[in-house]
């Protein structure tokens, strides 16, 4: 199973996004500035893009999901229940992986946008995908149900996950890393030989590298961990 | 002082809160009413029970800026410049004040050179500046920001919270989920479902914090003997 990028390229504003490499099963995590083409990057892995140069190979994918920055967008449904059923999703367990239980008849726009985005995440992993794109997840949500969704995303390794996100602190671990540079994708490759080309990389993460202490990957755990190593 | 007083309204359930001037950053789960009681403080909802009063008044009664969770989605201007002058403009202040007004806060926050961008090709960062310039425009005495930074990279909100520091503003209210911005602030409001679970300095809200997620990173650092690096 892969989803490949042969030498892609989309205009977006005045400047032209590319993107090459080969997605394996396994957690991705595409790291970048503001503006700098994840969001792009995410619709074009879920099919919803069509880039103006090359081309992308979907191999042994099947069932695909993207989970939109702002979940407001994908909403279908006037109540949470119908919104669950819109996914195919068993009510009262998405429900309850929501922590929502209780408001099953409630409009999803009288939720916080907190509430929203864990309803959203909720439906999604109700399934399993082939490809999951997840573009910021974490937005919004607080550090409780942050850690709740990085166990989600690390029980889905076996599929090919796509994570695009900003977040600094409350982290899955990953298999890969990606970083965009100047609107191009770059491959820093697997964990945690990646690290030391990660400009983007978690405070915590460099400064513990720069203690020469690599841990053995970005979760919480282990960066503890690696911390405990330091002897001073 | 932010006096607010036997307030009820949604979820939210206030005896009290005092709040001094300065920074203040109001955190919590989610749906615990953090946007709902900056909407409140605005005077965007009117409490069905007690009262808020800034500096003594109610909110419909002083300047109040509001910066918005999605600044590219509300600016009603093509013109970076256009959209600063717009609160202004809609108060019928004379021309040159205006041009004049404008430059200043275009100044203050560091946007001088976009003034004549069209606002759609502004860079998300820069958008966010946008708003905080058009909300300071009119000078309010409280500015509130809806989790203006959770859209960005860290970078960007970190430079995005320089400005702020400098701006002058007496009360300056903000919602977030980065517990380390909430850990610089001068006061700190934890909500968790509808009330106050904490208030006051950053020190006081975070002890006995230190075994839960809601204990600032950068601190957990501090004690792991790390340097911060940015």
Redesign the interface.
Known sequence: MELAFDQVAIRR??SDIRASGHFGPGVHLVS????AGKSTLAAMAAGLLIPTEGRIRREGVITSMLSF??PEWQLTGNTLREEIRSYGGEEDDVLARAGLVGRGDDDPLS?????L??LNLACIFGKTWDLLVLD?PF?????????EVCRWIEARRSSIVILCT?E???LPRIDALWEFQDHQLISRGTIPGAFADWN?A???L???I??GIIPANISERDLREA?CR?Q? | MIHVTDLRFGILDIPSLILPAGHIVVI????SG??TFLRLLAGMEEPVQGSILLEGKAPGETRIGWVH??PGQNSLFIRVGEELASPLRFHHLPCEGISRKVKEIAEQVGISHLLDRDLA?L???EQVLTALATAMVSMPRTLILD?WD???????AGMLQEQLSRIGVPFVVQCT?N?DLAAAADTVVFLSGGRVKASGPPGEVFSGCED???YP??W??RE???????
């Open positions: 504003g005045s970048g500035r503001v503006g920055q702002f939720l916080s946008r907190g509430e985005k864990k910021e937005g919004a949500l607080d550090c409780i149900r942050k850690r900003h600094q602190h409350i983007l978690p405070t915590a460099k400064a513990l720069s203690r911390a330091i001073d | 919590g789960p989610n749906g953090k946007t969770e999605f090709t860079s998300g960062g989790e959770s859209h960005v990279d860290a970078l960007t989920q517990i839960s997620c809601w990173p950068a957990r650092c792991w003997n790390l340097p911060l690096i940015r």
